[in-house]
């Protein structure tokens, strides 16, 4: 009988420089002879260095943005001379996924900026994965490169494709079945996909979890990993917060609250595809590879800790009729075609009589372009540079504490949740009048 199949994710932080991807392949050795498919990240920062490609190239500034895409090409050669020498296939290889993109690059911009995006940002993926499969394959552990482009069928929606699941299924089975069966690993990349005429696309910003996930669900894994810098999930980030602490379960329903609520751990997208097939999910860290981690399955767990979310660059756009009459139905039924065609993500929204509020992602135009519909019809004024806080299992001393310093524009009590939207209030400090 065959072996189960297992899936990793290795992100950015893991495969940031050669000897990080050293420590990868440590940890692969302890699973040398499984039926492992490993999906990889751009190397840390690389996909923000080609997000400022895109932009150079739409500015028209063309020198800019070769001389951006060739510091990249540098970093990734001196990666690969590190780990491979100065002679080794895997050059080519690179330079082909580069070259492919120069040629983008000479083009003159284009109409569609997500659509470009989508034709250079997978290079970071491609080349990372390269290096890798090539890496493990001269470090004893032989290894497929499979481009997740010939499995990951998305629609034409470009910078958040969304997955067309039944031929990605068949394409999975077609294309990464046969390389196991050769023996061996199978590396490839996370976050990108194709459409059925062949362009790139992309599944949104930190998307490879979700493509873990994707190949999880279409090769009915035995389980799912993903190696992080953190021991596993925790009670809420540790770049923000003190005294957090490890969860060591966790039920999916759990994990999709907090995902859904912005905890950047685990992509929000990720979980569903696995609870469909009761596949578990192991967070656990390539630091320290032995410790337990966190285990995300349908086990039932009773009592959580208060866990805390925070999404920063928010923005919360009250809209209301021009001539102060309440907002009405269909007045909700229009902003909600307007979120869908743009594919905003909501974060929070409240209905009174004479506005509607929502809470955006303030990261790239979508939501100036929201506004700039609506403004036809509504008035629609946009308060920026907020965050927001979610409370998951609230006490009243997290919540007061998390409150200090801050103004709340609003708040929304459920039973498990407390999601408010807040502003930083410049210190006052007092004087100290001797
Ligand atoms: P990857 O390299 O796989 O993309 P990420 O950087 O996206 O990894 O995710 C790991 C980071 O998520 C951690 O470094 C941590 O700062 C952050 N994080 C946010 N919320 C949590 C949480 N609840 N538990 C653990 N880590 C969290
Ligand atoms: N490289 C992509 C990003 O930085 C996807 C990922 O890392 O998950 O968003
Ligand atoms: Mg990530």
Redesign the pocket.
């Known amino acids: 009988m065959k072996k189960e199949l297992k899936v990793f994710k290795f992100?950015?932080a893991s495969l940031k420089d050669p000897a990080a991807m050293r420590n990868v392949a440590s940890i692969l050795r302890n699973y040398e002879g499984e039926r492992l498919i490993v999906i990889a990240?751009?190397t840390s920062g690389?996909?923000?260095e080609l997000e400022e490609v895109v932009g150079a190239h739409q500015s028209g500034d063309q020198a800019k943005a070769m001389e951006k895409l060739n510091a990249i090409r540098q970093r990734h050669y001196e990666i690969t001379r590190e780990l491979l020498g100065e002679k080794h296939p895997v050059y080519d290889q690179l330079n082909d996924h580069l070259v492919a993109v120069e040629w983008v690059l000479e083009e003159e911009p284009h109409e569609n900026y997500d659509y470009i995006y989508d034709q250079i940002v997978p290079v970071?993926?491609l080349i990372s994965s390269q290096i890798m499969a090539a890496f493990l394959s001269a470090d004893g552990l032989p290894t497929h490169w499979l481009d997740a482009r010939d499995v990951v069928l998305t629609d034409d929606i470009f910078r958040e494709g969304w997955v067309k699941w039944e031929e990605t299924e068949e394409r999975a089975r077609r294309h990464a079945l046969p390389l196991l069966d050769k023996g061996g690993f199978v590396m490839t990349q996370?976050?990108i996909g194709s459409t059925t005429e062949n362009f790139s696309t992309t599944l949104g910003?930190?998307?490879?979890?979700y493509t873990a996930a994707i190949f999880s669900y279409c090769l009915n894994a035995e389980g799912m990993y993903i190696w992080k810098d953190v021991p596993g999930v925790l009670t809420a980030d540790p770049r923000l917060f003190e005294n957090v602490t490890k969860l060591d379960v966790l039920s999916y329903r759990e994990a999709i609250e907090m995902t859904y609520y912005g905890a950047k751990v685990i992509?929000p997208k990720t979980i569903k595809p696995l609870q469909n097939k009761n596949i578990p999910l192991y967070v656990k860290s390539f630091i320290d590879p032995t410790g337990g981690g966190t285990v995300i399955s349908d086990e039932i767990v009773d009592k959580y800790p208060p866990m805390v979310t925070v999404e920063k660059e928010q923005a919360l756009c009250t809209i209301s009729a021009r001539d102060f009459s309440f907002v009405a139905e269909h007045h909700i039924n229009r902003m909600f075609k307007v979120i869908t065609d743009l594919r905003l993500q909501v974060n929070m929204m409240q209905n009174t009589a004479l506005s509607f509020n929502v809470c955006f992602n303030d990261i790239d135009d979508k939501v100036d372009r929201f506004a700039e519909i609506l403004e036809k019809d509504f008035k629609v004024n946009i308060n920026r540079g907020l965050e927001t806080i979610t409370i998951r299992h609230y006490d009243e001393l997290t919540l007061e504490s998390l409150k200090l310093g801050k103004m709340v524009l609003v708040e929304e009590r459920l039973p498990q949740t407390i999601l408010m939207v807040v502003k930083t209030l410049p210190v006052i400090k007092r004087k100290d009048n001797k």
Do not use: I
């Open positions: 992100g950015g990240s751009a690389t996909t923000n970071g993926e996370g976050f910003r930190e998307g490879s979890d992509h």
